[in-house]
């Protein structure tokens, strides 16, 4: 299995044939060869996790692939076909298994709303939180998409889950909003949290893949 991470939260999964795609937003560039998707997760309603831009081209390109999605995306998106997901649930689409966890979305300040938000489990394998710090119960986390920057996010936070989930690996993403230094500076803190659990960390920028 590949996964290839685009800007900001935008990850791709590669599993022989079959493609899977999660939160494809605001910050992302177009997405090409969308042959053998098979699916489509969005983990929360905030547009930096979906565009409707986003969803018709790739339904354009892949008429009548499924989009998994919490309830809130549901009544976001309405037109679109979502099929509501929750934690606790798994779905077999493709390829690929899926399980969900969490269901909030961490808090940026008293004054906005708390919205849904999963995180996904993708062949018990890669681990994407979404905006959150949900831990995956029962689940040793080979592969964890760990956040590095948001207005939810605060770097000793990023660094305490990363060393509660003890992933065997780990690579950063959500980091648009990110300067350079900033970047490199977060990756560093999550690389040292990652390396307390016996992990490694590995730098991706967007278009770079990691086969796990």
Do not use: C
Not at 81 to 88: D, F, H, L, S, T
Not at 127 to 151: H, I, R
Request: hydrophobic content about 45%.
């Amino acid at each position: 299995m590949r996964v290839t991470k685009f800007e900001h939260a935008a990850l791709r999964i590669d599993k022989g044939d079959d493609v899977l795609l999660i939160d494809p937003g605001s910050f992302t560039t177009p997405l090409a060869d969308l042959s053998g998707l098979v699916a489509v997760v969005i983990t929360h309603e905030h547009p930096d996790h979906w565009t409707p831009e986003h969803l018709d081209r790739i339904l354009r390109a892949a008429p009548g692939t499924p989009i998994y999605a919490p309830a809130g995306v549901a009544s976001a998106a309405a037109g679109y076909e979502i099929v509501v997901v929750a934690p606790g649930d798994t779905i077999e689409v493709g390829a690929f298994s899926l399980r969900f966890f969490g269901g909030r979305h961490e808090v940026i300040h008293s004054s906005l709303p708390v919205v849904e938000n999963v995180g996904v489990l993708v062949d018990d394998v890669l681990y994407y939180p979404g905006d959150s710090y949900a831990v995956p119960e029962d689940v040793q986390v080979d592969t964890l998409a760990a956040p590095l920057g948001a207005p939810w996010l605060k770097i000793g936070e990023a660094m305490d889950y990363v060393l509660a989930v003890k992933p065997r690996r780990a690579f950063g993403t959500h980091d648009m909003t990110l300067s350079v230094a900033g970047k490199t500076m977060h990756r560093q803190r999550l690389q040292w949290a990652t390396e307390q659990g016996g992990g490694e960390f590995s730098v991706l920028e967007p278009g770079d893949s990691l086969d796990i």
